[in-house]
């Protein structure tokens, strides 16, 4: 079974308009944390916001936000004002409680998200 | 800064051939990991190794050998390669055993298998 789902292959936007990319996950841990990276073209990968399971206020990092819910299993990621920089891959991964020990983060399909000018 | 160094950035195989991908960080982390890359997929666990000295499998372990040579260095070997080994391996590594430890990456190697 698919432990992190992104359903959204590719989204396009308008510059400095908001974007929402959805990420849902599968886990019987209680204890996990969330993560999304970015990717461009350039194929680097970027760390952009953390989650941990038992945060009671939702992730923010400047333009970045993660809308959390808990019990939906939903991860998404939010992007306020977009840019035209902002054009890449964006992943979601995952890391359980009981795999911390051995860091394994575990990674979606991703989404690939245009901005327009 | 260098980071997560990996070597070589591209290369071309024959169905057959045998190579082994560098990888090193200058970070002083624990653990390092293998990925690829593949389109539609995301990026899937090949190895990982927790700490100097100890290698686990990952999602997709099957044609490939790891080496943890040392605390900085991280290697992928391939024995025998296959064209559906083409792919875009990353190398990471992280440090620390919490949940909201950050995995570094490297560039990126673009293998292809013909």
């Known amino acids: 079974a698919q432990k992190i789902t992104q359903t959204q292959p590719g989204m396009f936007v308008q510059e400095k308009e908001a974007v929402t990319l959805d990420c849902t996950y599968d886990?019987?841990?209680?204890?996990?944390?969330l993560f999304w990276y970015k990717q461009p073209s350039s194929g680097e990968m970027i760390f952009l916001i953390y989650?941990?399971?038992?945060?009671?206020q939702n992730a923010t990092e400047g333009r970045y936000s993660l809308n959390f819910q808990k019990a939906r299993k939903s991860a998404n990621l939010v992007i306020s004002a977009s840019q035209l920089g902002d054009s890449a891959m964006y992943f979601c991964?995952?890391?359980?409680?009981?795999?911390?020990?051995?860091?394994?983060?575990?990674f979606g399909a991703g989404t690939r998200l245009a901005v327009h000018p | 800064n260098a980071g997560v160094t990996q070597t070589p950035k591209f290369q071309v195989l024959k169905t057959g051939q045998s190579m082994t991908l560098q990888c090193a960080q200058d970070?002083?982390?624990?653990?390092m990991y293998w990925y690829r890359q593949d389109p539609g997929m995301g990026l899937r666990l090949i190895y990982y190794?927790?700490?100097?000295?100890?290698?686990d499998k990952g999602e997709v372990p099957n044609g490939y050998n790891v080496s943890r040579l040392n605390k900085r260095e991280f290697s992928l070997r391939l024995e025998s390669a296959a064209p559906s080994q083409t792919s875009v391996y990353f190398c990471?590594?992280?440090?620390?055993?919490?949940?909201?430890?950050?995995?570094?990456f490297g560039q990126g190697t673009r293998l292809t298998v013909v």
């Open positions: 970070m002083n982390h624990n653990s």
């Open positions: 886990t019987s841990d209680q204890s996990y944390g």
């Open positions: 990471a590594s992280s440090e620390g055993t919490g949940l909201a430890t950050e995995a570094f």
């Open positions: 190794s927790a700490s100097e000295g100890t290698t």
């Open positions: 991964a995952m890391r359980e409680g009981r795999f911390a020990g051995y860091n394994k983060l575990i």
């Open positions: 989650q941990g399971s038992y945060d009671e």
